[in-house]
C-alpha cells in the first residue's frame, strides 16, 4: 500500500477550478451589495445634510444668495404659502457641506466629492388657516454622476431614488417640484 502525503495535480486543478466558479458566481452579489450599501449610505447622509440645512435656517445662518449662489446679504426667510425657499449647498464654489456636517461631508458614500446640490423648503400650509406646513426636497450630485438630480421629499426618499452615472444636476435655475417648475422663491446659501 502506498502511502499518500499530498495532493495529484489533478484535485490540485480540480480545486483551484471549482474555488474560481465560486468567485465568478460571488462577485456581482457582491458588487450588488456593496452598491446597495453606499446608496443606503446616500440616502443617510441626505437625510443629514436635509436637517442640517434645517438648523442652519432656523438659527439665521442662511443668507440670501445673488444668481452665482454667493452671498448677497440678508437672513433667508421661510417660504410664504405655495412658495419655496432655495438653499444652495455650494456658496459660489465652495462646498459647505464638511461646515454642515459632523464627519465627512465632502465627499459621498461613492468616494467623489459633492459638486452640485441644494434643499428646498415648500410651504404648503393653508393661507386661509394660517398655517404653515413645510416639506423638504432635495437634490445632490457628486463629480463621478452619482446622487439624486431631481428633488425628491425628504419623507419619500430611498435607495432606488440613488442614481449612478446621472448626467447632471438640474440646472438652478429650473427648479421643479412634482413635475412643476417652481419660480416663487427664495435664493439662499448658508453662511459659515
Avoid at 69 to 80: E, L, S
Amino acid at each position: 500500500m502506498k502511502n499518500k502525503k499530498g495532493f495529484t495535480l489533478i484535485e490540485l486543478l480540480a480545486v483551484i477550478v471549482i474555488l474560481g466558479i465560486l468567485m465568478i458566481a460571488a462577485i456581482p452579489s457582491i458588487s450588488n451589495a456593496i452598491t446597495k450599501s453606499r446608496k443606503d449610505t446616500y440616502v443617510t447622509n441626505a437625510k443629514k445634510i436635509i436637517d442640517a440645512a434645517r438648523t442652519s435656517m432656523a438659527s439665521g445662518e442662511v443668507v440670501l444668495a445673488n444668481e452665482n449662489n454667493q452671498v448677497a446679504g440678508g437672513i433667508c426667510q421661510y417660504p410664504d404659502h405655495n412658495k419655496t425657499t432655495v438653499i444652495n449647498l455650494f456658496n459660489g464654489s465652495e462646498n459647505v457641506l464638511p461646515y454642515l456636517l459632523e464627519r465627512g461631508g465632502a465627499k459621498s458614500s461613492f468616494g467623489q466629492t459633492y459638486k452640485a446640490g441644494y434643499v428646498i423648503i415648500y410651504n404648503k400650509g393653508s393661507e386661509a388657516n394660517h398655517t404653515d406646513y413645510y416639506d423638504y426636497y432635495i437634490s445632490l450630485v457628486d463629480n463621478g454622476g452619482n446622487g439624486i438630480s431631481t428633488p425628491i421629499k425628504e419623507d419619500i426618499l430611498e435607495r432606488k431614488d440613488i442614481q449612478t452615472s446621472i448626467a447632471d444636476l438640474n440646472a438652478s435655475n429650473v427648479i421643479k417640484i412634482d413635475d412643476e417648475t417652481i419660480t416663487n422663491r427664495y435664493n439662499c446659501v448658508i453662511q459659515k
